[in-house]
C-alpha cells in the first residue's frame, strides 16, 4: 500500500529534476500546489509548454529572447565595436542596469569545466571567432564571473582572441562596495591594491 | 526594452509564487529549463495539469489519496477507535514508515495561527468531532509538531475532545536518537527528565 498518490509522486519527480530542489523541498512544494486552486496549476503548466516555443536564442548574440535578433543587436545605436562575452544569458540584464555598456553581447551558453564535461566546443566560442573574424569588432570584454571556471575561460578566450589582434580587457577585481576591509580574502585586497586609483 | 523576453518572466513570476523560492532561484530555475529538451517541460505541464484531477481528498481524513475511501480507511484491518489527528496529509506517511501505529488519521489541513488569520472554523475540527460523536472512538493522539502553533492546536483540540469524554494523548517529548545532551534546548531537556522512564 503506496501512502502517496502516484500523481502526485510524479509532480515531485518532476520537481526534483530542478537545481537545488531536493526530494523534501520537492514534496513541499507540490503539496502547497495541491492546495492552491487548480487554474494557479493550468497557469503555471501554460507557461511551461509556451516558454521553449516562444523564447528563441538569437542568431548573433545566443541570448534567450523573444526576437531574433534580439532588441540589442538589432538596435543601431549600440556600439557594434564593442563586444561584451558573457557566461549565460541571464547576465545581461544585470551589466544593462548599470547603463554602463553601450556595446554588444555574445552568450558562451556556460563556461569551460573539463571536470564537468564542458569543454571549449559545448560552448559558443566557434560562433564568438567567426563573428570576431567577421565584423569589425575592436574590443573584446570579458564578464565571467572570478571564480575557477570563469578564469579558466577567460585565459582560454583571452588567448584565442589576442591571436586576432584584437582588444581583450575583463572586468576589474576589487573591494564591492560596503565590503570591509577586515574580511576581505587575500586575492580581491591584492587586486583592488594592483588595480588601485588615483584620487583626483 | 525590456531586456527578459514576456514569456521567461511569466514564468519566472509562477515560480516566485511557490513558498520558499524567491526571484533569484525562480530566475534560476527557469533558465534551467530552457536549457532542457522541450519534452521534460511538458512532462512537468502535464504534471501539474494532472494532479488536481487524480488527486482527491479522502471523505472520512481528508489526507490526499487517489482513492476515497483513501486505502488507510477503507483498509478492515486498521483499528478504527485510534485515531491519531495530523496537521497535514504529508505528516502521515512519516507516521505509517515506523510501523508503530494501526489506527486511523484525520488531517486538520494545517494548524490554528491566529496571526496568519488561521481559525479553528478554517480547519477540519468540526469535521474530527463529527467524527469522534459517531464513531466508537477511543483514544485520540495529537501528533502535532512541537512549536507555538501546534501546540496552541493540541490545546484547543485537547479541550474538546475531552468534553466527549475521550482519552487524549500526544507524542512524547524527549530527547532525539543521536542527539548532545550538551546541545539540548532546556524545554527539550525538561520533557526529557519529566518523561524520563524506568531501565528494565
Known amino acids: ?8 509522486e510524479r509532480l515531485i519527480r518532476e520537481f526534483t529534476k530542478l537545481p537545488g530542489i531536493g526530494p523534501k523541498t520537492a514534496e513541499r512544494l507540490v503539496y502547497y500546489l495541491l492546495k492552491q486552486p487548480k487554474e494557479e496549476l493550468i497557469s503555471m503548466a501554460e507557461g511551461l509548454r509556451q516558454v521553449k516555443d516562444e523564447v528563441v536564442n538569437c542568431s548573433q548574440c545566443f541570448r534567450f529572447s523573444d526576437q531574433n535578433p534580439c532588441p540589442i543587436c ?23 542596469k548599470t547603463g554602463a555598456f553601450a556595446g554588444v553581447y555574445h552568450v558562451l551558453g556556460g563556461l569551460i569545466s573539463p571536470l564537468e564535461g564542458i569543454t571549449p566546443d559545448k560552448l559558443k566560442i566557434a560562433e564568438l571567432e567567426k563573428r ?19 578564469e579558466t575561460t577567460s585565459l582560454y578566450l583571452a588567448k584565442l582572441i ?3 589582434n584584437i582588444k581583450v580587457t575583463r572586468l576589474a577585481r576589487g573591494l564591492p ?24
Not at 500500500?1 to 502526485?8: D, E, G, K, N, V
Not at 565595436?81 to 544593462?96: D, F, G, H, R, T
Not at 565584423?135 to 571556471?149: C, F, M, R, S, Y
Not at 562596495?177 to 577586515?182: I, P
Open 1 to 8: 500500500m503506496s501512502p502517496t498518490p502516484r500523481a502526485l
Open 74 to 96: 538589432s538596435n543601431n545605436k549600440r556600439d557594434k565595436s564593442i563586444l561584451c562575452v558573457v557566461a549565460e544569458s541571464q547576465n545581461i540584464p544585470v551589466i544593462e
Open 132 to 150: 570576431l573574424k567577421n565584423n569589425g569588432v575592436k574590443e573584446v570584454i570579458l564578464a565571467l564571473n572570478p571564480d575557477l571556471d570563469g
Open 162 to 164: 589576442k591571436s586576432l
Open 177 to 200: 562596495m560596503g565590503a570591509d576591509l577586515e574580511y576581505a580574502d587575500e586575492i580581491t585586497l591584492e587586486s583592488a591594491i594592483i588595480g588601485r586609483r588615483e584620487v583626483l
